[in-house]
């Protein structure tokens, strides 16, 4: 089997184990639970579960989707995050050369990936980006950024992106006396510019923008008057921040060729 490919479905695998923690995380983090302690448990009957039940994907499809002690349905969340991490490390995976010199950028991009996939999935059902996701983001977008050597734009990333989301909320608030934007927004916004430099904000805030824009509307057309009508930012950010962190050279060079010729 070719290295590439290799390496392709051992991500892939790893990626579905992370998945299984990532379910931890996406249901403990926002309660401001230990994703440590206590381990694996049925939220219905609080057994434990016990390592031959907790088999990412296969245990799911064994036990019939049911808890092994009182036949509560176990979540499609479970196995679709599982396979969804799986993927997005493989699919990172088989883009990237496998080489010594592409190791760390590999491991940055699946870091980040992986950040912004559970926030989005926390974001949307809850609302928040707790700060025990942005704040670790944030120091490893730093310690990749040195390891590559613009740590200088990354931290200017960081005050400016926490800064300019600060400020747009404070002009916000200050003209209609409403809260836009949570505290969250900022400091993913300052994650971003950590993992990326300051460059990247500027597409990165645009992008989302335009786009949370069309799609919060048709949203709100969708909806009846008196059900929920907030959306929340994070998904907006996480996705245009994906876009740029694979395409920027490509989308920089495109912009510089329609002014070059
Ligand atoms: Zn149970």
Avoid at 44 to 54: L, M, R, S, V
Avoid at 144 to 165: C, N, T
Avoid at 178 to 193: R, S, T, V
Avoid at 203 to 211: D, G, H, K, P
Wanted: hydrophobic share 55%; with cysteine; net charge neutral.
């Amino acid at each position: 089997m070719d290295l590439q490919l290799f390496a392709t479905l051992s991500m892939g695998l790893l990626g579905i184990l992370f998945g299984s923690f990532s379910n931890v995380c996406v249901h403990r983090i926002p309660l401001g639970q230990s994703i440590v302690t206590p381990g694996s448990h049925c939220p219905q009957c609080k057994n434990d579960i016990a390592w031959y039940d907790n088999i990412p994907l296969i245990s799911w499809v064994l036990l019939g989707r049911k808890c092994r002690h009182c036949n509560l349905a176990i979540s499609w969340r479970y196995p679709l995050l599982e396979l969804s991490m799986g993927g997005l490390w493989a699919l990172i995976t088989w883009f990237t050369p496998i080489a010594p010199q592409t190791s760390v950028y590999l491991l940055q991009a699946i870091v980040l990936v992986s950040l912004l996939w559970i926030l989005t999935l926390i974001d949307l059902e809850t609302f928040l980006l707790p700060n025990a996701l942005t704040f670790p983001g944030i120091a490893s977008g730093l310690l990749f950024a040195w390891h590559f050597d613009y740590l200088l734009d990354a931290l200017i990333g960081v005050i400016s992106g926490y800064g300019f989301f600060w400020l747009i909320a404070f002009l916000f608030y200050k003209a209609t006396g409403k809260e836009g934007m949570g505290q969250g927004d900022f400091k993913l916004l300052a994650m971003l510019g950590a993992f990326m430099g300051w460059q990247a904000l500027p597409f990165i805030v645009l992008v989302s923008s335009v786009v949370g824009a069309i799609i919060g509307s048709i949203i709100l057309l969708l909806q009846r008057k008196g059900l929920r009508s907030e959306i929340p930012f994070g998904p907006y950010l996480a996705m245009a921040s994906v876009v740029w962190f694979f395409f920027g050279t490509q989308i920089l060079d495109w912009y510089q060729s329609l002014w070059m010729s």
